[in-house]
T-cell receptor, first 111, second 113 residues
Framework: AQTVTQSQPEMSVQEAETVTLSCTYD???????LFWYKQPPSRQMILVIRQEAYKQQNATENRFSVNFQKAAKSFSLKISDSQLGDAAMYFC????????WGAGTKLIIKP | DAGVTQSPTHLIKTRGQQVTLRCSPKSGHDTVSWYQQALGQGPQFIFQYYEEEERQRGNFPDRFSGHQFPNYSSELNVNALLLGDSALYLC????????????FGSGTRLTVV
């Protein structure tokens, strides 16, 4: 069975600095998708970034980028120039046909 | 372009009762998935509906059932509510034709007392 592990329950970063959130997963599949979602107190899951497993190039979306290491089954999220609005729970998720989620990392931004 | 709409936003039920939660998918999406998110945890997959049929199901008892209508909207029904069913229930829509992009609603907060 596929599993997703986020080993950092909470991370804090100074505003404008860079932070990296860790995620590892386990699967025997070769074709899948990986996601980072952000969940603010409003509860809605917001897609931050998506990576297709067959693409070797790391996905980037403005200040957000990933380090995808397929062989190591690692999928970390780097947030550059952290902003107060980035404060939220961040969830890593694996998808083949359903989303399998990590336990989340609470990101705190210090002004 | 409307996103995913869930109703109601909050609900309080008594143990043993039954509840129905509703979800309208994003325009252009034909697949609806339901997730249960307990406080402080990641979501857990309940089931997924496509073409009015349950395609996949997670590890949830038969008390959890669903339905998808011809307009792609969906309902989640939970019978014989237990205190442990208290959670945030998230609906996500997607389109199989477009790959694996999921759009989430804001969820329904169910409290069982």
């Amino acid at each position: 069975a596929q599993t997703v592990t986020q080993s950092q329950p909470e991370m804090s970063v100074q505003e404008a600095e860079t932070v990296t959130l860790s995620c590892t997963y386990d699967t025997s599949e070769s074709d899948y998708y990986l996601f980072w979602y952000k969940q603010p107190p409003s509860r809605q899951m917001i897609l931050v970034i998506r990576q297709e497993a067959y693409k070797q190039q790391n996905a980037t979306e403005n200040r957000f980028s990933v380090n995808f290491q397929k062989a190591a089954k690692s999928f970390s999220l780097k947030i550059s120039d952290s902003q107060l609005g980035d404060a939220a729970m961040y969830f890593c998720a694996y998808s083949n046909y359903q989303l399998i989620w990590g336990a989340g990392t609470k990101l705190i931004i210090k002004p | 372009d409307a996103g995913v709409t869930q109703s109601p936003t909050h609900l309080i039920k008594t143990r043993g009762q039954q509840v129905t939660l509703r979800c309208s998918p994003k325009s252009g999406h034909d697949t609806v998935s339901w997730y249960q998110q307990a406080l402080g945890q990641g979501p857990q997959f309940i089931f997924q509906y496509y073409e009015e049929e349950e395609r996949q199901r997670g590890n949830f008892p038969d008390r959890f059932s669903g339905h998808q209508f011809p307009n792609y909207s969906s309902e989640l029904n939970v019978n014989a509510l237990l205190l442990g069913d208290s959670a945030l229930y998230l609906c996500a829509s997607s389109s199989l034709r477009r790959g694996y992009g999921y759009t989430f609603g804001s969820g329904t907060r169910l409290t069982v007392v």
